[in-house]
């Protein structure tokens, strides 16, 4: 029995340290250092709660809500344990790939019944809403399942924490091949309220384990069928792409925030919610829209991005619905707000040449050329939304300083290309990338920041007229970031980490630096392999990262690829700011609308899918005017690639775009071929295309 007492032994230590790093009620953690939050870490809970718990890849929970308390299971303190290894290697995955059900599973070689004696273990954790006596409550749910693959009857306890409720009473005598199930319920939140939680006996009666796992998995397949959806080849970027929506919806804290997550950035930050939110409108998420337009601009952070394309949200929305009520609600407050914004960004113009001056919207001091690439966004939006609010005056100052600004920008971008040589889009515009510390230390992503979130992509599907410098060094400036990563010993698609805080290897956003790519001609497909790239090398959580990782690490206890649990990750997994870019970049190289109604699909195809069979396939897209589509795209032999379309009858050209279709088609069977663009234009009415490649 002398692992008994190890396992008491361990699991007291975390429990102490637990408790003496244990923060004060309703203090954010300043950047997620908790003991207990450290390492493999994710959520359970439910849309609008508060405070989410988090879970841990051996199936134990931190419950917060004014509890601060440790939920554990000791049959998982030594998952894996045999007589050769200490500590073994646990399966961690959510329920049907998607699902906000956690679950940790090993098998198990308990010395006390000898060494061949074995039983597998699995510890399925989720959370559900619960409504007792007239109060709303979210109650997690923990069911650990022992199956004895022994020829012998064993004796075995999952050793819960005394602090939930158990739901069943099976006996722990567990026959030789079969299965025994353990539930149990705790209350983890009141959605911010303080009234009682409820009784053991009220948990009880509420219903099982069963009843409320299938009420979950009902309500979260009801949110998913009002997004875009998405089936690739890749079931991986699949399941991703929906536990990211999920995820935002539980860490958003309600319909007027959009937290960044549940740990160090549990709070609405400016700059983050734009990239949150616009991820959220291009998948189709359109639900209370006013409301959650008019929350741009608050919250926490010393950024004046969000100002420079404070119209981005609001342009996006009205292509995509065409509502135009929300112009002229409450005194035309969002156009106001648009209007107060573009006065800010003309104000903060205060740069060598007229370009915007020194801010902090990198998290370092300087001159950097994403905050002009986000004020010719604005510029550009602004102008489309002014366009639709038929104010003729706006709408010409707002194209006038988007074409002045992105002159202004250009040349200085030639003046450093005759001081310092410089043949790429540099950070900062004061100095080339080799001279700025924060651009040029090992592994550093600030390189790619002109092209953070996309902003230069955004702008030409708004009709931004693109030229210079800024059009014709983005392949460039990839090439010159990514030969630099490569240098330094990085792995293919990863675009580096946010040095100035966390250090580690890359970040959470390398999907959202990588979506500029669908702008060039030879980084169009880094856009959907740089999510590829998190998927195997950062996850944290089930589809879910730290905004700074540090490198793989063969010691950690969750099977597969995944960072350094030892080692400080950084501020917060999962990463909601991070994970909307990693949508967003899926979802754009798939398809992407163009202001002005034609539909963009298979931008950032990646050659992987190009196999005869291969297909994906895209439902209850949202576009122009409120319409929906379906779309499918497939390799249908080796030099032949055919995009299907259904649903809502289009009003604009579709324009099929595959980067292998540049200087390759040889004919389509419908349709007008643009060979210098590499592209296909289809009448909506016809239904489908087939290009054929040289």
């Known amino acids: 029995m002398e692992r008994r007492r190890s396992i008491f032994t361990i699991t007291g230590l975390l429990l102490a340290l637990v408790l003496v790093g244990q923060d004060k009620p309703n203090r954010i953690e300043p950047d997620g250092r908790h003991p207990f939050f450290q390492g493999n870490i994710t959520t359970i809970g439910w849309e609008g709660d508060k405070d989410a718990a988090m879970v841990k890849e051996n199936g134990w929970y931190w419950v917060r809500d004014s509890l601060n308390t440790l939920i554990s299971f000791h049959i998982s303190a030594y998952p894996g344990y045999n007589n050769d290894v ?370 230069n992509w955004d702008t030409y599907l708004a009709g931004g007229k693109y030229e210079g410098p800024l059009k014709d060094w983005i392949d460039n400036t990839y090439k010159w970031g990514l030969d630099k990563q490569a240098r330094e010993g990085f792995k293919p698609h990863n675009v580096g980490t946010w040095v100035s805080y966390g250090g580690g290897v890359a970040s959470a956003y390398n999907s959202a630096f990588s979506i500029s790519g669908l702008f060039t001609r030879n980084y169009r497909q880094q856009a959907i392999k740089s999510y590829q790239f998190l998927l195997e090398y950062g996850q944290s959580a089930p589809y879910g990262f730290w905004e700074m990782f540090h490198d793989v690490d063969p010691e950690n206890r969750w099977e597969g690829n995944h960072p350094s649990a030892t080692k400080t990750n950084w501020f917060a997994c999962p990463h909601q700011w991070g994970q909307a870019g990693a949508t967003q970049a899926l979802l754009d190289a798939l398809v992407a609308d163009f202001y002005d109604g034609r539909l963009l699909v298979g931008r950032g195809y990646i050659d992987e899918w190009m196999e005869p069979g291969k297909k994906t396939v895209i439902n209850n897209h949202p576009v122009a005017g409120g319409k929906r589509i379906n779309l499918t795209i497939e390799a249908v032999s080796e030099n032949e690639v055919s995009l299907s379309w259904s649903g809502d009858r289009l009003d604009k050209d579709i324009v099929f775009n595959l980067p292998q279709f540049y200087n390759r088609i040889e004919s389509a069977s419908t349709g007008k071929i643009n060979h210098e663009e590499g592209w296909v234009t289809v009448k909506p009415n016809k239904g489908r295309v087939i290009v054929k490649l040289r």
């Open 86 to 455: 200490l500590s073994g290697k646990v399966k961690w995955y959510p329920h049907s790939g998607y699902l906000p059900c956690f679950i940790t599973e090993f098998d198990d070689n308990w010395e006390e019944f000898g060494p061949t004696d074995q039983m597998n273990v699995k510890i399925s954790n989720f959370a559900d809403k619960v409504t007792i006596d007239g109060n709303d409550f979210v109650i997690a749910y923990s069911r650990v399942s022992i199956t004895n693959l022994m020829d012998r009857e064993i004796y075995q306890n999952p050793g819960a924490s005394g602090l939930l409720v158990p739901l069943n009473d099976p006996s722990r005598n567990i026959a030789p091949g079969t299965t025994t199930n353990f539930d149990y319920a705790i209350v983890i939140d009141r959605f911010g309220n303080d009234y009682k939680r409820p009784t053991s006996d009220q948990i009880k009666a509420a219903g099982s384990w069963d009843e409320h796992f299938q009420h979950m998995k009902e309500f979260w397949d009801s949110r998913l069928a009002l997004i875009t959806d998405i089936s690739t080849p890749d079931q991986e970027l699949n399941n991703a792409y929906k536990m990211g929506f999920i995820y935002t919806l539980i860490a958003r804290d309600g319909p007027k925030s959009y937290n960044v997550a549940e740990i160090g950035y549990n709070v609405l930050f400016n700059h983050d919610y734009l990239g949150i939110y616009l991820s959220l409108l291009k998948l189709g998420f359109f639900e209370n829209a006013y409301e959650q337009l008019k929350l741009l601009g608050q919250g926490r952070g010393p950024y004046h991005d969000h100002h420079y394309r404070w119209s981005l949200l609001l342009s996006f929305y009205l292509m995509k619905t065409g509502d135009m009520s929300v112009l002229d609600r409450e005194d035309d407050y969002l156009y106001k707000k648009c209007l107060e914004a573009y006065e800010i960004t003309l104000k903060d113009l205060t740069g060598p040449g007229g370009i915007i001056g020194r801010t902090w919207d990198i998290d370092d001091d300087g001159l950097w050329t994403w905050d002009d690439e986000s004020a010719l966004t604005g510029f550009q939006t602004l102008a489309y939304v002014a366009g639709l609010k038929g104010d003729k005056e706006t709408k010409a100052k707002a194209e006038a300083s988007f074409r002045d600004l992105m002159t202004k920008v250009n040349n200085r971008i030639l003046e450093m290309e005759k001081e310092f040589g410089i043949n790429y889009i540099p950070a900062s515009l004061e100095a080339p990338n080799e001279e700025i510390e924060n651009v040029i230390k090992k592994g550093s992503s600030f390189w790619a920041t002109p092209f953070w979130f996309g902003m």
